[in-house]
């Protein structure tokens, strides 16, 4: 029987991790514990911080169920889900950089001809949306499928109300020959993350502010390319410099400038106003993947 104490309790856990026969496991494992206990020992942590720890993160468990999941929520505003998808996905040049999926993706969302109006008849600033899918030389991809969703005016996606009938700000096009897509929409909105549980709790015990800048989500997927996840944010947003995830990169950020009454690119008439944004997203063929890993 051997006597731990806090100096040798941290080697003595991770010597019964030994026998553990998925090597990855055990290497995760014994980092995890190693960075744990000296993260104890790091702030003295006392008895009393490690109840109510423990109990934090059981009412964040508790909160979790179908429709929310509040681990991710913690995850996201601590800055862990932007550091795993920065770690796994280090785009070469030529390639548009990712960011979080976020909890409001729909799989298989209506598939809509370019040129579509999505707002589904919710009010807003009219926005002409436009953009490329090219390779990191250059060359177009055709037929790449485009999900699209983002917030309404009031900063809600239609997965969060009840008074919709169907889809709305959501769609899924498919780039023509020359790798272009574009569609109708509204303007987005900045909006809070879910903070009526312990998650806006920790925000604000910790004075930070539950909001997300402005945005419109892209997923795109095509053969033989990575499927990329990404968010073209605002540039007016206010909330540009202290996104509640942590997901705004610099060359995510776009102008959407207000166009005058006249004939929009795609020979729309418009009698009013209008926001226009025009995006290239650049894919990364999914060899260089296998070439990152393996070295």
């Given at each position: 029987?051997?006597?731990?104490?806090?100096?040798?309790?941290?080697?003595?856990v991770i010597?019964?991790?030994?026998?553990?026969q998925?090597?990855?496991?055990?290497?995760?494992?014994?980092?995890?514990v190693?960075?744990?206990?000296?993260?104890?020992?790091?702030?003295?942590?006392?008895?009393a911080?490690?109840?109510?720890?423990?109990?934090f993160?059981t009412?964040?468990?508790?909160?979790?169920?179908?429709?929310?999941?509040?681990f991710?929520?913690l995850?996201?505003?601590?800055?862990v889900?932007?550091?795993?998808?920065?770690?796994?996905?280090?785009?070469?040049?030529?390639?548009?950089?990712?960011?979080?999926?976020?909890?409001?993706?729909?799989?298989?969302?209506?598939?809509?001809?370019?040129?579509?109006?999505?707002?589904?008849?919710?009010?807003?600033?009219?926005?002409?949306?436009?953009?490329?899918?090219?390779?990191?030389?250059?060359?177009?991809?055709a037929g790449?499928?485009v999900?699209v969703?983002h917030?309404?005016?009031?900063?809600?996606?239609?997965?969060?109300?009840?008074?919709?009938?169907?889809?709305?700000?959501?769609?899924?096009?498919?780039t023509?020959?020359?790798?272009?897509?574009?569609?109708?929409?509204?303007?987005?909105?900045?909006?809070?993350?879910?903070?009526?549980?312990?998650v806006?709790?920790?925000?604000?015990?910790?004075?930070?502010?539950?909001?997300?800048?402005?945005?419109?989500?892209?997923?795109?997927?095509?053969?033989e390319?990575?499927?990329?996840v990404?968010?073209?944010f605002?540039?007016?947003?206010?909330?540009l410099?202290?996104?509640?995830?942590?997901?705004?990169?610099?060359?995510?950020?776009?102008?959407?400038?207000?166009?005058?009454?006249?004939?929009?690119?795609?020979?729309?008439?418009m009698?009013?106003?209008?926001?226009?944004?025009?995006?290239?997203?650049?894919?990364?063929?999914?060899?260089?993947?296998a070439?990152?890993?393996?070295?």
């Amino acid at each position: 029987m051997r006597q731990f104490d806090e100096h040798t309790i941290t080697e003595a856990v991770i010597e019964r991790l030994a026998k553990t026969q998925n090597a990855r496991l055990r290497t995760v494992m014994s980092a995890l514990v190693r960075h744990l206990h000296d993260f104890v020992r790091e702030v003295q942590l006392t008895e009393a911080e490690w109840r109510t720890a423990i109990d934090f993160l059981t009412r964040v468990g508790q909160k979790s169920d179908d429709k929310r999941q509040e681990f991710i929520l913690l995850s996201d505003t601590l800055g862990v889900s932007i550091l795993v998808d920065a770690i796994n996905h280090r785009q070469p040049k030529g390639v548009t950089e990712t960011t979080v999926l976020g909890p409001f993706y729909v799989e298989n969302p209506p598939e809509q001809p370019l040129g579509a109006d999505i707002s589904g008849g919710l009010q807003g600033e009219k926005l002409f949306i436009e953009g490329k899918v090219h390779s990191p030389s250059g060359k177009p991809v055709a037929g790449a499928a485009v999900d699209v969703w983002h917030s309404d005016n009031e900063g809600y996606y239609d997965v969060q109300r009840n008074d919709l009938s169907g889809p709305a700000l959501r769609a899924r096009f498919r780039t023509d020959q020359n790798g272009r897509f574009w569609f109708w929409t509204i303007m987005p909105r900045s909006y809070p993350v879910p903070h009526d549980g312990p998650v806006g709790e920790m925000l604000r015990v910790t004075e930070r502010h539950p909001f997300r800048p402005a945005h419109v989500h892209f997923r795109i997927e095509a053969p033989e390319f990575e499927t990329l996840v990404t968010h073209v944010f605002v540039a007016e947003d206010p909330y540009l410099e202290s996104d509640a995830v942590f997901a705004v990169k610099e060359s995510l950020i776009a102008e959407f400038p207000q166009m005058p009454p006249g004939v929009a690119p795609d020979g729309t008439e418009m009698k009013q106003p209008w926001r226009s944004l025009s995006y290239r997203f650049g894919l990364k063929p999914i060899v260089e993947a296998a070439e990152h890993v393996s070295c």
